[in-house]
């Protein structure tokens, strides 16, 4: 698929969602219009999937009478190849394209037989290696919903009007670049997120800011073993670190579960086999899922300074323990960074976006500041990034970078607040921009007015507060004044003025005017 496809393909299924969804906000019909392109994306997978274990035989998947014995007979086998294969398994009548057929013909009432399908997907899972991953998965396409309409007609109605337009477009699953509809569903989701408001923070990072991270925790490396996400939303930061490198297994958490649902779709629908991920639903620093695991990469773009318990018991876990503090109540921006350092191989890098103010806060947060620092010499960059680069805040943020075995003591500043073009609602990173952070991360250069390293007694000397024009002068030096030829300037412009003045003078007493004074 040419570029030029892939943007119709993008732009089509925008369309569609912002056609039909009414007067419902854009983050409702979310849940629904990506619940309906997942649910088409397994039926075509599995159509194709079906084709190909009975290919020997001649038999097309949907030729196949699910009333007969024999009909029954492969159904069973075909069932049993595809939970082991695909992690699910659908009957012929519960494709998409079916119960879309079912749906564009008048009078035909389909709501019922769709959440029974829907259902069923997920029953096909249950007591095998995939049931965590399907789980509920569709509880979020709530077809009873009188956002969807009044009437049981009025939701029937819209509902087939959904099926039949998406039926119309050929995901091409069977191409050598099937990620394309992987790549057209992250950009629905910033679509999403950016009509959302304070909401889209939730569940996205712009693709960008992402990108930073991505190359910042493969530098050097194309094959990652693990990569990890505590605070995961849709999973796009993870499948982004895909993009950089080849990552054979995913991890993250996260506590809201309608965006965990859209994880998990998210993962499957780029590809990855249900066996390479393990996403979980649970408040990460409170009921940490991954205990004793150790990952490659770690990434993270956490809520800012969200609140947590803080509760004193937590001293004695292993995540905290080491440092004799916790992060305030208030702000549990270091309690993220805390927990994902705990879960940082040695080998590995981490990447965590943060509000400005995580740089220089004091109290525990100082504290916290200088066991990392002066203790561990785990801090390995500090990069700000521009005001109002993501969605439902205006806040400046930073990223700051950890590694475990590092060879220099120094830490490397980036001050790229200006690195943004301003859009219609926010600023954005341009592509210029990320190559130029992530290039100064990596040959971590000195360029005046960007970059700095700072050695470990100058941030010492600075009690530990990491605000970066303490190590970056972005003052912009005014060029020196010529004061004779400033001086010279001035006369010149007298004696023009002079020069003027006689000429309308001599001008007036031609005409027997009164000359102004």
């Known amino acids: 698929m040419t570029e030029e496809q ?19 906000n854009a983050d409702e019909f979310r849940d629904y219009i990506l619940g309906f392109i997942f649910f088409k994306y397994l039926s075509e997978r599995m159509h194709l999937y079906a084709n190909d274990v009975l290919k020997q035989d001649g038999i097309d998947y949907l030729s196949v009478n699910e009333a007969t ?7 069973a086998a075909v069932s049993e190849a595809s939970v082991d294969a695909l992690g699910y398994f659908l009957r012929p009548s519960e494709l998409f394209s079916q119960i879309a057929k079912r749906g564009s013909k008048p009078g035909q009432f389909i709501l ?43 939701k029937n109605t819209l509902i087939a009007r959904v099926l039949t337009h998406l039926d119309e477009i050929d995901f091409q699953l069977d191409q050598a670049d099937s990620d394309v509809l992987g790549d057209a569903y992250e950009y629905l989701i910033g679509q999403f997120a950016s009509g959302a408001g304070k909401k889209a923070g939730e569940f996205y990072t712009p693709q960008q800011v992402s990108t930073i991270l991505a190359r910042i925790v493969t530098t050097g490396k194309t094959r990652l073993k693990s990569v990890y996400d505590p605070a995961c939303g849709s999973g796009s930061l993870l499948l982004r670190v895909a993009k950089e490198a080849d990552v054979s297994e995913f991890f993250g958490q ?21 066996r390479n991920f393990d996403l979980k639903q649970e408040d990460t620093l409170e009921h940490p899922q991954h205990d004793g695991l150790r990952f490659e990469a770690v990434v993270a773009n956490p809520p800012f300074s969200a609140k947590w318990s803080s509760n004193p018991i937590l001293l004695s876990d292993d995540r905290f323990s080491q440092y004799g503090r916790l992060a305030p109540a208030s702000k549990a921006d270091f ?15 981490m990447a965590v976006i943060l509000p400005h103010g995580a740089l220089f806060r004091g109290g525990a947060e100082g504290h ?42 120094d830490v490397l500043f980036v001050d790229a607040s200006g690195c943004f073009e301003k859009a219609k609602n926010q600023n954005v990173l341009r592509n210029s921009d990320v190559d130029r952070i992530v290039a100064a991360f990596r040959g971590r250069a000195v360029e005046a007015r960007f970059s700095h390293r700072a050695a470990r007694a100058e941030i010492e000397e600075n009690d530990y507060n990491l605000n970066i024009p303490r190590y970056v002068d972005t003052f912009e030096a005014e060029a020196e004044v010529d004061l004779a030829a400033v ?22 007493a031609e005409l027997g005017l009164e000359a102004p004074v």
């Open 6 to 24: 892939k943007k119709k393909l993008e732009q089509k299924l925008w369309d569609i969602a912002n056609t039909l969804r009414g007067k419902m």
């Open 69 to 75: 014995p024999d009909g029954q007979t492969i159904l």
């Open 112 to 154: 019922a037989d769709l959440t029974k399908i829907l259902n069923n997907i997920q029953r096909s899972t249950m007591g095998t290696e995939s049931e965590d991953d399907f789980d509920n998965l569709f509880e979020d396409l709530d077809l009873t919903s009188t956002k969807l309409g009044r009437t049981e007609e009025a």
């Open 254 to 274: 996260e506590m809201n579960r309608t965006t965990y649902n859209l994880a998990r779709m998210n993962m499957i629908l780029h590809g990855v086999h249900y």
């Open 335 to 349: 309690a993220f960074v805390q927990h994902m350092l705990h879960h940082l191989d040695d080998n590995g890098t």
């Open 368 to 409: 916290i500041r200088q066991y990392l620092i002066k203790d561990r010499n785990w801090l390995d960059a500090v990069i700000g990034l521009p005001a109002n680069i993501f969605y439902g805040t205006t806040i400046p943020t930073c990223i700051l970078v950890f590694r475990k075995c590092r060879e220099t003591e």
């Open 487 to 508: 001086a010279a300037e001035l006369r010149a412009i007298d004696e023009g003025m002079a020069a003027l003045d006689e000429t309308i003078r001599g001008f007036c």
